[in-house]
């Protein structure tokens, strides 16, 4: 597989459960990004890692929480979460945490139900 | 904070008509702009880096340019197709926070065939 890939493509959860988003990246990057899209609303930035350590927490609610085991993977756990969470997940990498030079590079994303 | 804008937020043209597509940002200080393309419900797959110093880029039928000084980016794609029906959104990468992409709220393009 190449890029970035994303398990599951689309996960349905009620308020009280725990799941897990799944983020891998196979082009050899240091940083890795979740990003949050609401309908009708930009993207918006919440956790970045660069070489497995976190760098940004953008005020996001502790029912987030992330894990970056290695370089090559990233994860969201998901616990007590309300029906405004709703939304589409998206991980994307980049060659390390200055992405001015490359860019970063997307993920297909986890469409999120909370029902 | 940087804002980013995008005008229009929705298009529709038909087959063959050339798109312009806009983005306005307010800080000035940045390493560089990224255009993005996303199909409904799924990921982004970058279209055009332009880096800071650099005026436009170019990528087959996409050509976009930078004013960096007035904060201020152009997409244009020649002679559409009904395959360039997508959401186009436009980031920046500030100098401060360089690894932090802002993102406008996107064009939703629909060209009709």
């Known amino acids: 597989e190449t890029g970035v890939t994303q398990t599951p493509r689309h996960l349905v959860m009620g308020m009280t459960n725990k799941k897990s988003l799944k983020c891998e990246q196979h082009?050899?990057?240091?940083?890795m990004y979740w990003y949050k899209q609401s309908a009708k609303k930009p993207l918006e930035l919440m956790f970045v890692?660069?070489?497995?350590?976190?760098?940004e927490n953008n005020s996001v609610p502790s029912r987030f929480s992330p894990e970056c085991p290695n370089s090559s993977h990233l994860f969201l756990h998901l616990h007590t979460l309300q029906p405004e969470d709703s939304a589409l997940y998206l991980c994307?990498?980049?060659?390390?945490?200055?992405?001015?030079?490359?860019?970063?590079?997307f993920g297909p994303g986890t469409r999120l139900t909370v029902t | 904070k940087q804002e980013v804008t995008q005008i229009p937020a929705a298009l529709s043209v038909p087959e063959g008509e050339n798109l312009v597509l806009n983005c306005s940002f307010t800080?000035?200080?940045?390493?560089?702009l990224q255009w993005f393309r996303q199909d409904p419900g799924k990921g982004l797959t970058s279209l055009l880096l332009?880096?800071?110093?650099?005026r436009e880029q170019t990528s087959g039928r996409l050509n976009a340019s930078l004013d960096k000084s007035s904060g201020r980016s152009t997409l244009y794609i020649a002679a559409s197709q009904p395959g360039d029906s997508a959401t186009y959104l436009c980031?920046?990468?500030?100098?401060?926070?360089?690894?932090?992409?802002?993102f406008g709220a996107g064009t939703t393009v629909t060209v009709r065939a």
């Open positions: 890692y660069s070489l497995e350590e976190r760098v």
């Open positions: 332009i880096q800071s110093s650099q």
């Open positions: 800080d000035s200080a940045i390493y560089n």
């Open positions: 994307a990498s980049s060659q390390d945490q200055a992405t001015s030079t490359y860019g970063q590079y």
């Open positions: 980031a920046v990468i500030g100098v401060v926070a360089d690894y932090k992409l802002s």
């Open positions: 082009l050899g990057h240091n940083a």
